[in-house]
């Protein structure tokens, strides 16, 4: 095939990826949220279950009028949904979906690439927070600000945990080294590495930066129509690409019980799904953290957590080389 | 030249423009956006180089680390929208002449230093995960744990310069 229509084909279906995963989680998170809480969810648009529920949120979106604060830091205000959502895109292309070049694109450094684009979006958060002119959007900036700085050390050393033990950076190669005793021996790298990836995405049950009780919605406090969609499209884009990356790091990726070679892409579908229902669970099953548990949870019980997790994952390493 | 070396220029040019811009705005918060410009077209060109590891830890560590801390210091101190205009402290001759001079001892220095050294781009990936490990732990791994220890007196100091003395 042809350079080019290659790539074209990829950049499509990454992208096509990214436009689809997203409104399936969101989908099932109405529907999970409501079956946990008793209720039905959406059951009215697109007539089955209440499908398109989403879709029809978007047109509501795109209908509503572009309001930005009088005072507001107007450039900054309409780049900051870009910045936001834009990382996210840019992480799915290192993905490995199946084995035999599966991906966007194979970078040889995929775990730090994934790990360093996913940090850029928080500037689109605090970036949103500072330029709303708004002291309630302030306070959010400077919660998302802290969260990060408090959780993006033990996502970081929870992902080198996995990358130690394959000994490799790239995410296909950590995918191909990965067993199924891993998950023991990773157990507590997963846990952290999911924890602070919700936290990271400003989640519930660390959903402080957008405390609606008390600063209304943090930094999108001032976003209406389109931009606080992309907003919203930039958390769920966000949480399929934690599950995706705990999936390739953790959870063996493509491999499965069988035909891993023809059916791998459908393994990596169904445990991105499944970690992204863990996530939605854990919004519908836990409260708030106050700011200062936040920052003590992250401190005191993550990254000693993770850094525990390294030393077991060197020994081993050592022990079986 | 090569299409390499246009990229690597502009690439160059971004971040001294933006770098400028840094120092010149009249906003606060601006200069540390502009800054995650500056690192971002930094880190491109340590891209077009073939350092990849370099490049994503330098996004990693300062467009995600160093930058947010900087707005998180600002935004908790103050974070006007409008324009400071009383942010020049009256010391700019000195600040130009200071960089000026730094400018022109580094690329002076780093001239004379690497002129000679040549990396065959062709042969191998030098800048890959595995490449620059071997390095770093094998011929350089004295300097390396020395720079370790010397970041960890800097944490400790630090976290005993921030406690409150008991009284």
Redesign the interface.
Known sequence: MNVAVEVAVRVVLVFAAFLLFPLVVGYMEHKAMAHMQGRLGPMYAGGFHGWAQLVADGVKFAQKEDIVPA???RT?FKLAPWIALLPYLLVLVVVPVGPGGLVGSD???GL??A???M??G??GA??A???S?NKFA?LG??RV??Q??AY?LPL?LSAVSAAMAAG??SLGGIVGAWRPWWLAWQLLALVVFLVAGVAELRRPPFDMPVADSEIIFGPYTEYTGLRFALFLLAEYAGIVVVSALATVLFLGGWKGPVLDAQLGWLWTCVKVLFVAFVVIWLRVSFPRLREDQLQRFAWMGLVPLALAQLLLTAIVKVAIS | MTAVDVVLLLLGALAAGSGVLVVTTRRLVHAALWLVVTFGALAGMYLVMTAELVAWVQVLIYVGAVVVLLLFGIMLTRAPTGRSDDLDSGNRPAAVVGGVVTCVLLVTLAGYGFSSAYADLDTGRLGTARAIGTVLFRSWVLPFELLSVLLLAALVSAIVLSRRRES
């Open positions: 005072d507001a830091d900054v970078v040889d450094a730090f690439y790990l360093a684009v940090s850029v928080v500037v605090v970036m927070g500072y330029a002119a302030l900036g400077i600000a802290a990060l700085m993006e970081v490799t950076l």
